[in-house]
């Protein structure tokens, strides 16, 4: 079957300016997950969703960070005013409900110039 | 601080050269460790989950091992196509919902000679 889906898969970018990432999780996968991948860092969690809700936001860094689920299924990253810190390559992951095992997409690579 | 550490951060081995990669945490309620692959410009492939204490699981030529405080992922006469980074990653907490978000380690890139 398909796997989890993320568009675009690169972005570049000015300074100040607003961008959003999508995902496109895995069919029937209730949970789904954001995280940043930045060069020599590990994976860094941003947001976890349980189907349209956000029970974990802990790893937002910014309020200019936000995301949102809609039907249960695909879901946007928005990044406002973004910074040259910014630039990474934003994962998303999902897994079916009551289940451990993530599957992640290809992930997104954005550059803030 | 709950921490995750890979070593070493980057391994060079022939063809056929067998070793082990290494992850240490210092967590507290670990319910899950994790281990995945992952290729350059790819997302992270799942590869095993780890869940207590002398538990193992095998997949072609890897092997995942896991104590109380590390687990080994034992690679047994690589051949050049098992070139990635390592990911280890640790699963925390409790939920009515069972999905938590993972903690990863900073990988470990092993490079395969032929």
């Known amino acids: 079957g398909a796997g989890v889906s993320q568009s675009p898969s690169n972005k570049v970018t000015e300074k100040g300016k607003d961008v959003e990432l999508r995902c496109d999780p895995i069919?029937?996968?209730?949970?789904l997950y954001w995280y940043r991948q930045s060069l020599g860092q590990g994976l860094e969690f941003l947001i976890y969703?349980?189907?349209?809700?956000?029970?974990?936001k802990s790893g937002l860094p910014s309020d200019r960070f936000s995301a949102e689920r809609t039907g249960g299924s695909v879901s946007t990253l928005t990044i406002q005013r973004t910074q040259q810190e910014d630039s990474a390559v934003y994962l998303c992951?999902?897994?079916?409900?009551?289940?451990?095992?993530?599957?992640f997409g290809p992930g997104t690579r954005l550059t803030v110039l | 601080e709950d921490q995750v550490t890979q070593s070493p951060e980057a391994l060079r081995l022939q063809e056929g050269e067998s070793s082990s990669l290494n992850c240490s945490y210092t967590?507290?309620?670990?319910?899950?460790l994790f281990w995945y692959r992952q290729d350059p410009g790819k997302g992270p492939e799942f590869l095993f989950t780890?869940?207590?204490a002398g538990e193992e699981k095998e997949k072609e030529r890897l092997k995942a091992t896991l104590t109380k405080k590390e687990s080994f992922l034992h690679i047994t006469a690589p051949k050049p196509e098992d070139s990635a980074t390592y990911l280890c990653?640790?699963?925390?907490?409790?939920?009515?919902?069972?999905?938590?978000?993972?903690?990863f380690g900073t990988g470990t890139r092993l490079t395969i000679i032929p």
């Open positions: 969703f349980q189907g349209n809700s956000a029970p974990d």
């Open positions: 780890l869940y207590s």
């Open positions: 069919s029937g996968h209730t949970a």
């Open positions: 967590v507290s309620g670990l319910r899950g």
């Open positions: 992951a999902s897994s079916p409900y009551l289940t451990d095992t993530q599957y």
């Open positions: 990653a640790v699963r925390l907490g409790i939920s009515n919902f069972g999905n938590e978000k993972l903690t």
